[in-house]
């Protein structure tokens, strides 16, 4: 069973069309690809799945149950985390500091003064780690980190908080070709753990390089939906 299925969504803003009929699945340990142009739809999409818009008709199911989010926090609980592209980052605070941000409340302590500074390095540490991510320092200030780095310190947060879905808004498309492939291997690393992942981008080549399945978007339509195998470069 899918961890989030859209069936036929329509979703439009005002007199706006946004998405029509659109249906996709995403499965655990797999990466559904959202291809499309600007105004295709993908930021729609992408808000209904986190929660931040409701949908007009059709169905959402998260674990095969129709669903319809109130807000982020509620997508959140239900495992579905949200790395968009414009990362909330506080530049000059270090790395463990902004991995643990605003996870104050949902971990039930107390004042933050009295976290264990020591155990919250280590955990962004061994945050990190599990997904091969390899950083020189966490100590440092996050501003100091390249955008490609900054984007796998927020996939193995959202990870470490208890992610079961997550959904990435164009992560590589600030990003040069080095950094993209960092940002991509983490990503399939995440999926080979048996995350779901929906992996929001204009770019085909980096959707090609780790997608399982692709579904793309033209003004709000569906202009196609393949898995894999089905558009195998391989004879
Ligand atoms: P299954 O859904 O059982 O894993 P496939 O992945 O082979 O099987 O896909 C079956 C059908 O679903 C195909 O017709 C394919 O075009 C379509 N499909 C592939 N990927 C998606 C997707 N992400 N969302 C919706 N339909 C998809
Ligand atoms: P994409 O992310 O693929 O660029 P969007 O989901 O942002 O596409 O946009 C889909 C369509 O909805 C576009 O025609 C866009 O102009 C329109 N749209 C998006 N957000 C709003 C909004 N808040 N109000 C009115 N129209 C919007």
């Not at 990466?31 to 799945?49: E, F, M, Q, R, Y």
């Not at 976290?115 to 200030?141: E, F, K």
Request: charged share 25%; proline share 4%.
């Amino acid at each position: 069973q899918p961890l989030i299925e859209l069936r036929d969504v329509d979703k439009a803003y005002g007199n706006v069309t946004a998405l029509t009929g659109v249906s996709l699945q995403v499965r655990a340990g797999a990466i559904t690809c959202v291809l499309g142009d600007n105004g295709a739809g993908k930021s729609t999409l992408i808000k209904i799945v986190s929660g931040l818009h409701g949908h007009d008709a059709g169905s959402l199911l998260v674990d095969g149950e129709e669903t319809r989010f109130a807000s982020p926090r509620e997508a959140l609980n239900r495992g579905i985390a949200t790395v968009y592209q414009d990362l909330a980052v506080v530049p000059l605070m270090p790395v463990w500091r902004n991995f643990f941000l605003g996870s104050e409340p949902r971990r039930g302590r107390g004042p933050l003064a009295r976290l264990d500074v020591d155990a919250m390095r280590r955990t962004t540490r061994d945050a990190l780690a599990r997904l091969g991510i390899t950083l020189r320092d966490v100590d440092q200030p996050i501003g100091t980190l390249s955008g490609g780095e900054r984007q796998c310190v927020a996939i193995a947060r959202a990870v470490h908080f208890g992610a079961r879905v997550l959904v990435l808004d164009e992560p590589t498309a600030a990003l040069g070709v080095k950094q993209s492939g960092m940002v991509l291997k983490h990503v399939a690393t995440a999926r080979d753990q048996g995350l779901g992942v929906v992996l929001i981008t204009h770019n085909p080549h980096h959707a090609y390089l780790v997608g399982d399945r692709f579904v793309l978007l033209k003004r709000g339509e569906m202009a196609g939906s393949h898995a894999r195998d089905a558009i195998s470069l391989d004879e």
